[in-house]
């Protein structure tokens, strides 16, 4: 009798459990999930993708994906990351994506100092899972992106550049911008725009509210151009003072490069598996001269002129190289090949040939002229190739990637000829100075080095300002 009261008892304990949905306990930050009453199934481009662009994107889309994990498309974010594939189709229980967000498991997400989900999205998500986890239906419908700013745990470097002199070194870490004297190392100062505010009216101490994206300095050395969500700010290199913003922008600008006369500015980014953006303005007054139309048909990640200034190649997650007559903006070649995401591109000195590199962790170079491959350098890298730039005048190109390591190569042969050691985790920035004698390298580790990129030696470990 008394182990049937003892079920019995059981019986009830667990039907109080599930109704709850496992209350909190003392001390941890678990979310509870309420009843939703809706009798509409969820739909991804309606219901959850606008949850994912408010929570999620900051620290998982663009060119910088914590854990691995990319929220930018269904496809990237189904896959998962780093720990392992993110939805279980039909099991929101057994799926990481609901774990981690519900924060029952480490890593939370977002993190502690990130607004958490609501109790609604976390139920949205949940149900989303359990009727299936199903894509996206038709067109995506234009939600409204309520811009904040990234928690100050964000500190992976998402771009650098070095002074066309060699005296200064940039980075770009959360929405921070920080200057540091090249030849000691030493942080110098911010790049603060007094006029941000938040979404609760009080004023922000950074560079932009969202992440940099970008960063270049014009050849002149007079002005720093960094890219953000739906802007570029062009700062004054010696004061640090905001000279202009431009503005018009539909989605983050992950790319920025400056012709080499610096008469004109390029941009480009745009929305994934959207247009993508391509913009060219005048660097001196930054007036915008041409908007490239249907250029890519998702996100461009590289942007680059060629040495006489009168072509412009970019690069997208639409796995093509094109070029584009300057000023007019007139579509000129396609160089199709790669089977990922193109992350960089560039032009050889004499404009003759291109490289490029991507997702596929090959680089390849092109024949302008003939618009041909002229060959592929299978496993550049054993991950992404995520930056691509060449060393002023000469023959020489550079990347990074995803697997630690930089290395130079010859655009004629495509031989490697040196590498550039000593990093700890996925590099996503690089800069070259003109004269191939020093590099600035970043990325997830958060930290800058500087090398003598003759022979490979480490200058500088810069450190973010509040690091001793």
């Not at 039909?90 to 997400?109: D, I, N, V």
């Not at 094109?322 to 000023?327: A, G, L, M, R, W």
Request: hydrophobic share 35%; glycine share 10%; proline share 4%.
């Amino acid at each position: 009798m008394r182990s049937l009261l003892t079920l019995a008892l059981l019986a009830v304990l667990a039907n109080v459990a599930f109704a709850d949905e496992i209350k909190r306990r003392p001390g941890e930050d678990e979310i509870k999930v309420v009843a939703l009453t809706r009798k509409d199934p969820v739909v991804y481009e309606k219901d959850i993708e606008p949850i994912l662009l408010n929570k999620c994107s900051v620290c998982h889309s663009g060119n910088v994906k914590e854990g691995r994990f990319d929220v930018s498309s269904y496809e990237e974010m189904i896959k998962g990351g780093k720990h392992g594939k993110s939805v279980e189709a039909g099991k929101s229980e057994q799926s990481l994506l609901y774990k981690l967000a519900r924060k029952m498991q480490k890593p939370f997400m977002p993190p502690r100092s990130e607004e958490p989900l609501t109790p609604q999205e976390l139920a949205t998500i949940k149900l989303w899972i359990d009727q299936g986890a199903k894509p996206p239906t038709g067109m995506r419908e234009k939600t409204k992106v309520i811009v904040q700013q990234p928690s100050a745990d964000v500190h992976p470097v998402r771009g650098v550049a070095i002074s066309p002199d060699k005296t200064l070194v940039i980075a770009a870490r959360g929405n921070q911008i920080h200057v540091y004297d090249a030849k000691e190392g030493k942080y110098l100062r911010s790049l603060i725009d007094p006029k941000l505010v938040g979404v609760d009216g009080k004023p922000i101490k950074a560079a932009h509210i969202s992440l940099v994206e970008s960063l270049a300095y014009s050849p002149d050395g007079k002005t720093i151009a960094s890219g953000s969500f739906q802007e570029v700010t062009l700062w004054d290199a010696a004061s640090g003072a905001v000279k202009q913003k431009l503005t018009g922008f539909s989605e983050r600008v992950v790319a920025l490069a400056y012709s080499k006369d610096g008469k004109y500015l390029a941009t480009g980014g745009g929305a994934p598996t959207e247009d993508g953006e391509i913009k060219l303005f005048e660097g001196a007054t930054g007036k915008l001269v041409v908007d490239i139309k249907n250029g890519h048909s998702d996100t461009v990640f590289g942007v680059c002129f060629s040495p006489d200034g009168t072509k412009l190649a970019t690069c997208g997650a639409d796995k093509f190289v094109k070029t584009f007559e300057v000023p007019s903006g007139k579509f000129i070649k396609a160089f199709e090949g790669h089977t990922h995401h193109v992350l960089g591109v560039g032009w050889k000195n004499d404009g003759k040939m291109l490289a490029s590199g991507g997702a596929d962790n090959v680089v390849k170079i092109w024949d302008f002229e003939k618009g041909e491959q002229v060959r592929t350098i299978n496993n550049a890298h054993t991950k992404q190739v995520t930056m691509l730039v060449f060393v002023g005048t000469t023959t020489q190109f550079a990347t990074c990637s995803g697997d630690k390591q930089v290395r130079f190569w010859n655009v004629d042969n495509g031989g490697n000829t040196r590498n550039l050691q000593g990093n700890n985790d996925f590099l996503y920035a690089l800069a070259v100075s003109s004269d191939g004698t020093l590099a600035a390298v970043g990325g997830e580790e958060g930290v800058v080095r500087l090398y003598n990129a003759t022979n490979g030696q480490v200058l500088k470990t810069l450190q973010p300002p509040e690091v001793k």
